[in-house]
Every structure is written in structure tokens, then in C-alpha cells.
């Protein structure tokens, strides 16, 4: 209790490129073979350098 977090701010994403983003990023995941959880402890800066891309 009292260790709640819901994240970081890194940025603005418009609606129109969510979906965009999430695909790119499920493919990126997905051609490592693991699950989103097993990939993101190892991959946050692919995660920050994806999602530069497409910050406002």
C-alpha cells in the first residue's frame, strides 16, 4: 500500500496516432517472441525511442 504507480508522462501522442504506435509497437514486441512484460524490462529505451517518434 502507498506504492502505487500508474507510469511516467513522456509526452503527447494525437488520437489519430495511437493506433499507429501500438502496432508498431506490437510488432517490435512481437518479433522478439515474448510477451509485452517480459520484453519491457529490457527494452525500455526501444520503448522511449518508439514513442519519440511519435510524440508531439
Given amino acids: 500500500m502507498g506504492q502505487e504507480r500508474f507510469g511516467e ?3 503527447v501522442i494525437f488520437e ?3 493506433p499507429e504506435f501500438l502496432v508498431a509497437l506490437g510488432s ?3 518479433d522478439t ?3 509485452f ?3 519491457l524490462p ?3 529505451a526501444e520503448l ?3 514513442a519519440a517518434e511519435y510524440l508531439v
Wanted: no cysteine; aromatic share 10%.
Fill in 28 to 30: 517490435k514486441v512481437a
Fill in 16 to 18: 489519430e496516432r495511437i
Fill in 9 to 11: 508522462s513522456w509526452g
Fill in 42 to 44: 529490457e527494452h525500455e
Fill in 37 to 39: 512484460e517480459e520484453w
Fill in 33 to 35: 517472441g515474448l510477451s
Fill in 48 to 50: 522511449r525511442a518508439l
